[in-house]
T-cell receptor
Framework: ETGVTQTPRHLVMGMTNKKSLKCEQH?????MYWYKQSAKKPLELMFV???????ENNSVPSRFSPECPNSSHLFLHLHTLQPEDSALYLC?????????????FGPGTRLTVL | AQSVTQLGSHVSVSEGALVLLRCNYSSSVPPYLFWYVQYPNQGLQLLLK??????LVKGINGFEAEFKKSETSFHLTKPSAHMSDAAEYFCAVSDRATNAGKSTFGDGTTLTVKP
């Protein structure tokens, strides 16, 4: 595997389910990100991790719970979601947090909440 | 606070025609600037970036962008559109003053290429 991978690619869940999204980067980067991409809305930054430590939580509801066990893996645990949470969830990584570092994105997980 | 505006949510060009996608930013100091492309069912991919030095930046797939400080712009161009260029394009800015990993993305411009 190369770059940034995300599993699953598609997920359908009910509002009472618990599921997790997984992201893995094979680039040796130190920073990882979760974004939400909804139709007709700009890309929304959710969480930022640097060297496994959370550095940013962009006022995300607690029904989204991130976990970063090491610099290569990032999870997003989901529970009691709402239909408006349906979106494409993108994971990204970068060498570091400095602004000149571009981000490398995974293909995303298309989430549908019924 | 920084912000970025992409003028035109949809742009349509004929194959072989010039592509021009507009991006203007607002920032207290000139930010780092990026263009990303997103093909259907894929994540975003970097096309090019401006950090310092030469203001005309060349990227992948024949795209280039010019940083114009006086106009606070970073427009993306390609001399001749190809069918494979059809995608969504995002302009993004990052603050030079902080190292927070927080890029601000524009709303995106969908490029359609007509045969």
């Amino acid at each position: 595997e190369t770059g940034v991978t995300q599993t699953p690619r598609h997920l359908v869940m009910g509002m009472t389910n618990k599921k997790s999204l997984k992201c893995e980067q094979h680039l040796g980067h130190n920073a990882m990100y979760w974004y939400k991409q909804s139709a007709k809305k700009p890309l929304e930054l959710m969480f930022v991790y640097n060297f496994k430590e959370q550095t940013e939580n962009n006022s995300v509801p607690s029904r989204f719970s991130p976990e970063c066990p090491n610099s290569s893996h990032l999870f997003l645990h989901l529970h009691t979601l709402q239909p408006e949470d349906s979106a494409l969830y993108l994971c990204a990584s970068s060498l570091g947090l400095a602004g000149y570092n571009e981000q490398f994105f995974g293909p995303g997980t298309r989430l549908t909440v019924l | 606070a920084q912000s970025v505006t992409q003028l035109g949510s949809h742009v349509s060009v004929s194959e072989g025609a010039l592509v021009l996608l507009r991006c203007n930013y607002s920032s207290s100091v000139p930010p780092y600037l990026f263009w990303y492309v997103q093909y259907p069912n894929q994540g975003l991919q970097l096309l090019l970036k401006y950090t310092t030095g030469a203001t005309l930046v060349k990227g992948i797939n024949g795209f280039e962008a010019e940083f114009k400080k006086s106009e606070t712009s970073f427009h993306l161009t390609k001399p001749s559109a190809h069918m494979s260029d059809a995608a969504e394009y995002f302009c993004a800015v990052s603050d030079r003053a902080t190292n927070a990993g927080k890029s601000t993305f524009g709303d995106g411009t969908t490029l359609t290429v007509k045969p």
